[in-house]
């Protein structure tokens, strides 16, 4: 166990529906990363949060958005939902953020966009 | 270039054997170089990790070696075993963007009792 918390486990929802990830990160970890897992793009790094700033984005569509909060819990919103967008996200967390932390990965939010 | 290649794709291993899983880079900026260990439905989870100062770090069975000037890099697994059977990950992070991991493609061991 990481000791990074993701929910819901599984989710299906429709086209052009609006979805939120939820991430809770290891006690003492102030940074927050998210990556997306699918079959064809491998694990992509979507943005990362470090004590409620982001501090580095990917290849974040626009249509995603996420923040992370006073308590240090994140979220991942991701709306206009796509076949396409179907993926494994994943939510990890490291103690600073900077290069060099391990970095602690939960074990995923499943989303289906039928 | 932000890319980190990995090869092969998969890895098939009798047990006991040596598996060898190579990444290449092309950015100099990399300057931390960790492998993971993926198992089906979990998350990735470190398994070894090397800075470009060290050509070679090892914990255990598994090995990394680091070739700086082909910016190349591998994971070696001594004497494998069945439970080693995962998914790996080779990722590449710099200074300059934080702690952020760029992973390579993954590659799908399996190893055979």
């Known amino acids: 166990d990481s000791g990074v918390t993701q929910t819901p486990k599984h989710l299906i929802t429709a086209t052009g529906q609006r979805v939120t990830l939820r991430c809770s990160p290891r006690?003492?970890?102030?940074?927050v990363y998210w990556y997306q897992q699918s079959l064809d793009q491998g694990l992509q790094f979507l943005i990362q949060y470090y004590n409620g700033e982001e501090r580095a984005k990917g290849n974040i569509l626009e249509r995603f958005s996420a923040q992370q909060f006073p308590d240090l819990h994140s979220e991942l919103n991701l709306s206009s939902l796509e076949l396409g967008d179907s993926a494994l996200y994943f939510c990890?967390?490291?103690?600073?953020?900077?290069?060099?932390?391990?970095?602690?990965f939960g074990e995923g939010s499943w989303l289906t966009v039928v | 270039q932000q890319q980190v290649k990995q090869s092969p794709q998969s890895l098939i291993v009798q047990k006991g054997g040596i598996s060898i899983i190579n990444c290449a880079y092309e950015n100099t900026a990399f300057d931390y170089f960790p492998w993971y260990q993926q198992f089906p439905g979990k998350g990735p989870a470190l398994l070894i990790a090397?800075?470009?100062?060290?050509s070679e770090k090892k914990e255990g069975r598994f090995t990394i070696s680091f070739n700086k000037s082909a910016k190349q890099f591998s994971l070696h697994i001594m004497d494998s075993q069945p439970g080693d059977s995962a998914t790996y990950f080779c990722?590449?992070?710099?200074?300059?963007?934080?702690?952020?991991?760029?992973f390579g493609q993954g590659t799908e061991l399996s190893v055979k009792p």
């Open positions: 990722a590449a992070s710099m200074k300059l963007e934080g702690g952020k991991l760029i």
């Open positions: 090397i800075r470009p100062d060290v």
């Open positions: 990890a967390s490291s103690v600073s953020g900077l290069v060099g932390d391990t970095i602690y």
């Open positions: 006690s003492g970890d102030l940074s």
